[in-house]
């Protein structure tokens, strides 16, 4: 897949201007769109992609509620923008396979990783062979939480809330840092440094 020197070179130019729809996703996802605040029994807390697993996980299900959709409806207000950088990508991806004559997107993204189709299709069938499974789980998770239905605010919240998953930053880093104890002390203080 390994083209003459003078299409490598011409590929490796576009290769920058190529990656906008994902730098533009990025950018828009995480910089530009403001989520908005999201009252908590601790105060008002900013809503954001990276914080939104904290509210799901919260027990208070009308909070869950309240950040899952107001964080899609934000995402839902730039709906078109959003669709027109997924085609980009997609046609980058189509692009870049016809031109180094791989069979479809799919092979040529596979094909990085050494990852043959089969597997990728293996890893669906898989999937759609364990659904009754995963449907099981919802129906036990929705008795135990005492839910008429459960919702996708709901997936994530513990079943046990006594437990407590709030780690102080300091905590974290010492958790982390003897749980990689065995790398030794030349591992373990280049991560205690960073």
């Known amino acids: 897949h390994i083209l003459p020197v003078n299409e490598e070179h011409l590929l490796a130019l576009y290769e920058e201007s190529s990656n906008t729809a994902r730098n533009a996703f990025s950018l828009l996802m995480n910089a530009d769109i403001d989520y908005g ?103 036990v998770k929705k008795n135990l939480l005492g839910f008429d239905a459960l919702r996708p605010y709901d997936l994530d919240v513990p079943l046990i809330q006594s437990v407590s998953t709030d780690f102080p930053y300091e905590k974290a880093v010492e958790t982390v840092i003897a749980a990689l104890e065995p790398f030794g002390s030349d591992y373990t203080g280049t991560l205690r440094q960073g």
């Open 37 to 139: 605040i999201v009252d908590t029994a601790k105060g008002n807390k900013p809503l954001s992609g990276q914080n939104l697993s904290w509210f799901l996980i919260q027990p208070d299900r009308d909070l869950r509620r309240r950040a899952y959709n107001q964080y899609y409806e934000t995402i839902k207000n730039h709906e078109h923008t959003l669709a027109s950088l997924y085609a980009g990508s997609i046609q980058k991806d189509i692009y870049e396979a016809r031109v180094r004559h791989y069979p479809s997107a799919r092979a040529s993204v596979l094909f990085k990783d050494a990852i043959p189709e089969s597997v990728y299709d293996n890893v669906v069938k898989t999937v759609h062979e364990g659904l009754p499974l995963f449907h099981e789980l919802f129906k």
